[in-house]
């Protein structure tokens, strides 16, 4: 089945701790995304990735960091230094370029407590 | 900052009314544009797009949006809602040049039967 998996659904961290957010796909899509999702403020990027080995900042990347080691994976970690990391994390893949959209699997809730 | 802002928060509808949800953008180059819906306790789904050509595309569940190049604008419409229509609606911006993949801080919308 072809898709975006994102693991684990649900996910509980102490503070001061990191954790890492998995997301692979097997769309052989080139871009991949991460978004957060809060009531109220919609998805906002995190990190992005176009192309293997290469991503860049998106709009709040402060106290996260991404690798895209494999085309089919972008993992995202949430460090100690994230002020507020309990949200709901997307990931997304889509083509580089085309006339086609982005897909997005179905979440990762993080808990710090 | 390139953002993407969608007017409405909160929309409450009866049934059969019309809808429009407005959607603008700050980027001026080569823009692709969409429309996804989160049902409740579902992921994201495109219900549209717009990469070129006619600026009135079409969606699934009869609904349509228009590209208004002049004023950055991307604005969801449906004729006639129905309760199934419950759900959140997003607009999303990608940028020609970049990838970068920005979306609205949402709107939810609530129908009544």
């Known amino acids: 089945d072809g898709g975006i998996t994102q693991s684990p659904k649900y996910l509980f961290r102490k503070e001061g701790q990191n954790v890492t957010l998995s997301c692979e796909q097997n769309?052989?899509?080139?871009?991949m995304y991460w978004y957060r999702q809060d009531p109220g403020q919609g998805l906002r990027l995190i990190y992005y990735s176009q192309i293997v080995n290469d991503f860049q900042k998106g709009d709040i990347a402060e106290g996260y960091s991404v690798s895209r080691e494999k085309k089919e994976s972008f993992p995202l970690t949430v460090t100690s230094a994230q002020k507020n990391p309990t949200a709901f994390y997307l990931c997304a893949s889509g083509p580089d370029r085309g006339h086609t959209e982005a897909f997005f699997g179905q979440g990762t809730r993080l808990t710090v407590v | 900052a390139q953002s993407v802002s969608q007017h409405n928060h909160h929309v409450i509808l009866s049934e059969a009314a019309s809808l429009e949800l407005g959607c603008n953008y700050s980027?001026?180059?080569?823009?692709?544009l969409f429309w996804y819906v989160q049902y409740p306790g579902q992921h994201l789904q495109l219900l549209l797009k717009y990469f070129s050509g006619d600026p009135l595309v079409k969606g699934i569940k009869g609904f349509e949006a228009e590209f208004i190049k002049s004023k950055f604008s991307f604005n969801l419409r449906k004729p006639s809602v129905q309760w199934s229509d419950t759900a959140e609606y997003f607009c999303a911006v990608r940028h020609g040049n970049t990838g970068k993949l920005i979306f609205g801080q949402g709107t939810t919308l609530q129908v009544k039967p």
């Open positions: 769309l052989n899509h080139d871009a």
């Open positions: 980027y001026g180059g080569t823009v692709n």
